[in-house]
């Protein structure tokens, strides 16, 4: 495996961050076409010790020596502009690429790259799409931004022309990507730190389908207007999904006892087969249709789309349940967006239960300050509510909104809400109040999942 943007397997390309979940599936694609590899990182990790393995040459920590004898240097959105290793680069006037570069380069030495968009939704769909592919014999490259047990991790190398990716729409990085097949779940405000407004969002997604050849497939949410409006931009095949209408559609949906959906797959007014689900939620139905059409597409067996939608049991972190105890269901969630959290504690609300105790880690106060009315308007599934502290991850504290200010909020409305200021302070309080036959469900993008984790132990 060689790629044209690479002079020669004898450059060596440096990835900063490269422990990251989407960096590090870059890193090991390198290294399976015999690329010299190295990088840093904050922390150790498994994901970094399978790099290692792999014979990557990795820090722990950003310091400016750690370039060395780099030729390339690959760093993420995310990255401070005063990182160290950066500056270096600059400095030493090295090659400089950002994640999604590197990945739209990477995407070109394949033909049928399939990219995954969507403000929610994208990493579930990206291992139904996954596993469908690796039960159809496909042996594609996968890069998706969770674990998944069926390739034990977040990436797999395989060697054919099949690529299947997230393509994330932060800073408007998937617009660097070369999509043969682009689905879009849903278009919804976020990352409101880098667009202006819905508007601004919405017209980038419309970029993003100029994108896919005449040749080559949209497969958008009919039940989602923004997404209507994207697919009728575009000069390509469109297959439109969904419940309310579209080409392929869900028929006699029925839930069991664990909100995990069984129903009929149609194509217009025919019956294609049923398919029983292992995750739940309704919005599972339709990221399903979205992995059923990508089947079609690639002409795969009924056999295979049906069986590999049901052995999908869920990607790490997406509605996984982490155990029982003293008759209590833990179940950890990533969603940190309104709309997402609305979707997961309806979702909750399938499964037999009593009370619905909420940890919630409010991520990023951009999104926590330009969401917040729809914050407020998020947590009326709840029994109670567990409002942990904001997550910053990129950013730095801006001194104008915090989580009390959004407890107080949802107080007001009637919600009943405490603020806490720890894991083991979340951890101690749900202990007092949990009993036999309650849920206890941890929700953000951050490390609220220690509160269960700690619960469990």
Known sequence: MSFDFLKDKHMKVYFIGIGGISMSGLAAVLLNGGYRVSGSDAKN???????????????????RENIGDADLVVYTAAIPKDNPELLEAKERGLALMDRAEFLGHIMQGHK???AIAGTHGKTTTTSMVSHIALEGNLDPTILVGGELDIINGNYKVGNSEYFITEACEYKASFLSFYPYIGIILNIDADHL????DIDH???????????????????????DPRVVKAMETTSCNVISYGIDGGIITA?????????????????HEDKLFTISLNVPGKHNVLNALSAVAVGLIFNLSSDAITQGLTSFGGAHKRFEYKGVKDGVTVIDDYAHHPVEIKATLSTSKNIKHNNLFCVFQPHTYTRTKTLFKEFTEAFNDVDELILMDIYAAREKDPGDINSKMLGDALRSKGIKCINVSSHKEACDYVKGKIKDGDILLTVGAGDVVQVGEMFLQ
């Open 45 to 63: 990790s498994k994901i970094i010790d399978s790099l290692k393995a792999k014979g990557a040459e990795i820090y722990i920590g950003h310091k």
């Open 112 to 114: 049928y790259n399939v």
């Open 193 to 196: 730190d880098y667009y202006r």
């Open 201 to 223: 969002i919405q017209e980038t997604f419309e970029k993003f389908v100029k994108l896919i050849p005449q040749d080559g497939y949209l497969i958008g949410n009919h039940d």
């Open 251 to 267: 028929k006699n949906i029925v839930f069991n006892e664990k909100g995990c959906a069984t129903f009929d797959a149609y194509k």
